[in-house]
């Protein structure tokens, strides 16, 4: 059985950063793209970052880019999430992914329907 498990969602200041990560178990993890979603209140979820199998590339949402930063571990089974300066409209429940299909390149794998096993989502909340 697949379980993908964050955990680091916590209350933080704006401007401040945050660390999630994501533990895999059940399948061969370097098998699978993996991506980082997004989920605010009465709001659609969202594409955050994805990387490749290998953590060779990556791609960011432009809401995004130049202040999370996306790794994975592939021995460790981990893929984290580090959020710098981060804003109050970054609120949102956070939700690691797998992507078990046939490789492509990681700047398709912005839609969540792609994705196969999702995570049960912490809370991240970023104070003004």
């Known amino acids: 059985q697949v379980q993908l498990v964050e955990s680091g969602g916590r209350l933080v200041q704006a401007g401040g950063s945050l660390r999630l990560s994501c533990a895999a178990s059940g399948r061969t993890f370097s098998s699978d793209t993996m991506g980082w979603f997004r989920q605010a209140p009465g709001k659609e979820r969202q594409f955050v970052a994805a990387?490749?199998?290998?953590?060779?590339?990556?791609y960011y949402a432009d809401s995004v880019k130049g202040r999370f930063a996306i790794s994975r571990n592939n021995a460790k089974n981990t893929l984290y999430l580090q959020m710098n300066s981060l804003k109050p409209e970054d609120t949102a429940v956070y939700y690691c992914?797998?992507?078990?299909?046939?490789?492509?390149?990681?700047?398709?794998?912005?839609?969540?329907?792609?994705?196969?096993?999702w995570g049960q989502g912490p809370q991240v909340t970023v104070s003004s």
């Open positions: 992914a797998a992507d078990s299909g046939p490789q492509r390149p990681v700047t398709y794998s912005d839609t969540y329907s792609l994705y196969d096993y």
């Open positions: 990387i490749s199998r290998s953590g060779d590339s990556t």
